[in-house]
């Protein structure tokens, strides 16, 4: 390897270019975020304002909801993904507690595993097709 090409690979901070791409996910997913939250808006024929993504639910209705889609399809889950399936269920997923706070107190709880950055996997107790959701919360 040419001795220029060397030094230049030696000098490359890899901890600080890791950082950087960390910082750019960070940002890409609040852009992604702010994004679902504007796509939500449209104007009618009369120039008002209109709201998409369906219903305003209870807290505990919310709850019950990303778990039954997280049993539906084992795997990793993104918070934009679990938006994507409340809002084809008809449920405002930005209306009251926001996704990512049920599903880090689900983490807290044991209900689910946090993979990565806004990536979570139904845990093992919760995967049995047996299990009901009211045993899930009691746990």
Same mark, same amino acid.
């Given at each position: 390897m040419p001795p220029a090409i060397k030094n230049i690979i030696e000098s490359v901070d890899h901890a600080g270019v890791q950082r950087a791409i960390d910082e750019l996910r960070a940002q890409l997913q609040a852009y992604e975020e702010l994004l679902a939250v504007v796509m939500r808006f449209e104007m009618d024929a009369d120039g008002k304002v209109v709201v998409?993504?369906? &219903? %305003?639910? =209870? !807290?505990?209705? $919310?709850?019950? #909801? !990303?778990? #039954?889609?997280?049993? &539906? %399809? +084992? /795997?990793?889950?993104? @918070?934009?993904? @679990? %938006?994507? *399936?409340? =809002? *084809? %269920?008809? @449920?405002? +997923? &930005? *209306? /009251?507690?926001? !996704? $990512?706070? @049920?599903l880090w107190n689900f983490a807290k709880e044991g209900h689910v595993h946090a993979i990565g950055s806004g990536v979570y996997e139904l845990s093992v107790l919760n995967r049995s097709a047996g299990h009901r959701h009211e045993e899930a919360m009691a746990a």
């Open positions: 998409n993504g369906g &219903e %305003r639910v =209870s !807290v505990t209705r $919310k709850r019950e #909801a !990303v778990l #039954a889609i997280m049993q &539906e %399809r +084992p /795997g990793h889950w993104s @918070i934009r993904e @679990i %938006r994507e *399936a409340l =809002s *084809a %269920r008809g @449920i405002d +997923p &930005e *209306a /009251g507690t926001p !996704v $990512k706070n @049920i």
